[in-house]
Structure formats: C-alpha cells, structure tokens
C-alpha cells in the first residue's frame, strides 16, 4: 500500500459515456499527477497539480478534464473518449515539485477500455 | 522527442545470472531515480542517485550516476523470479523542473 489509493481499479466505457476517475492521497504531500500508460509506451504526464493548482497540462485533449479540490484529492473526467484512450490512467503524488524532494508515489491505477 | 533513453528494451535473463540496464539522457540531469513495476502492477519509488559518480547498493542491485550525470546504470547480480518486471530510470534535466521518464526495460527470469 503506497498511500496513494485509486478508484475504480478497472472500468469499461463506451464512447458516449461520462465517468470519473478519483485519487485520494494520504501521503501529507502537495503535488499530484495523472499519468497515462500504454502497452509499450513510456509513461506520459498528462496533469500537474501544485498546491491543488495546475501547474502542467501536457498537450492533453480536452475530453480529460481534471479536477483539484484540494491537495489530497484529484479526479480525472472523462467524456466521449476514443478506443485509443484505451490504457493505463496512474495517479501519483510527491512531497514536492521538481528538485531532489520530488519523488513518485504511484496509485494503482484505473486500467480503462473504451468500447 | 524522448529526452531519456533507455536500453535494453527487452532483457531475458537466465535465473542466477547478471544483468545491467542502461539509461542515458542527451542533456545533463540533476538527479536520476529508479522505479520498478512489477507485471500488473505500478511503478515503485526504488533510489535516487544525485552525485556524479555515484553508486548506491540495495541488496542484489547496483546503481550507479555517471561523472557526467548523463547516463545511469542498473546492474542486477544473481537474477531471481522476483526481479521480473520493468525498471524504468527518470530525471531533472538541467532547468526543467518536470521529472523525464525513460521508456522503460522489461525483465523476464527464465527458471
């Protein structure tokens, strides 16, 4: 158990659908990311948030939407999503952005396939 | 274009035998850190390394910091069942405060 809990673990979608993803951490840290992995891909950063501030949206379509309420809790909405979003969504926290105190505790993850 | 390379992709290893896994970065890296995901699971907070030159130990794996703090290595001695999974390597690049992270190699243990 890393302190960083993810739900659902797995989903399946059709196109039209809504849903949400939710991160919680417990982990006291103040920075928290949505990450996106796909089979024989490297880990791609979608979302950064400082101090529940966006600090990072890294070229992501506008139908993932997230959302920071405050610095334990992050959310991922998801809206007319395509088959090729299919992957693994993995959220992370760290104690800090950037510098030698950023280090990664993943969740583990919402594996999602959309129909 | 990926900034942190890492090679092999794919490493099959005989159980008892030694390994290492390379990562290198084009531009020089203020620290490099380690993580291993087990198959079906998520990536794990191994090591950070910040020196150059830099070798830290844990148990069976060796980890070393270039002198350039270009490139990392990853040397598994003795390989078991266990150590299967994929190790990814990730860094600072100089002034860029976002963490750059390797594609990762996967590690199968023939019994």
């Known amino acids: 158990e890393t302190g960083v809990t993810q739900t659902p673990r797995h989903l399946v979608m059709g196109m039209t659908n809504k849903k949400s993803l939710k991160c919680e951490q417990h982990l006291g840290h103040n920075a928290m990311y949505w990450y996106k992995q796909s089979a024989k891909k490297p880990l791609e950063l979608m979302f950064v948030y400082n101090f529940k501030e966006q600090t990072e949206n890294n070229s992501v379509p506008s139908r993932f939407s997230p959302e920071c309420p405050n610095s334990s809790h992050l959310f991922l909405h998801l809206h007319t999503l395509q088959p090729e979003d299919s992957a693994l969504y993995l959220c992370?926290?760290?104690?800090?952005?950037?510098?030698?105190?950023?280090?990664?505790?993943f969740g583990s993850g919402t594996q999602l396939s959309v129909l | 274009g990926q900034q942190v390379m890492q090679i092999p992709q794919y490493q099959h290893v005989q159980e008892g035998e030694d390994f290492t896994t390379y990562c290198n970065s084009s531009t020089t890296l203020s620290n490099i850190q380690w993580y291993k995901q087990r198959p079906g699971g998520h990536p794990v907070f191994l090591i950070q390394l910040v020196k150059s030159g830099e070798v830290k130990k844990q148990k069976r794996l060796t980890f070393q910091f270039g002198e350039a703090k270009k490139n990392s290595s990853l040397h598994i001695t003795a390989t078991q069942t266990t150590d299967v999974g994929t190790y990814f390597c990730a860094g600072h690049r100089s002034n860029d405060y976002k963490l750059s992270f390797g594609a990762g190699t996967t590690v199968t243990v023939r019994a």
């Open positions: 992370a926290s760290s104690p800090v952005i950037g510098g030698f105190e950023e280090k990664l505790f």
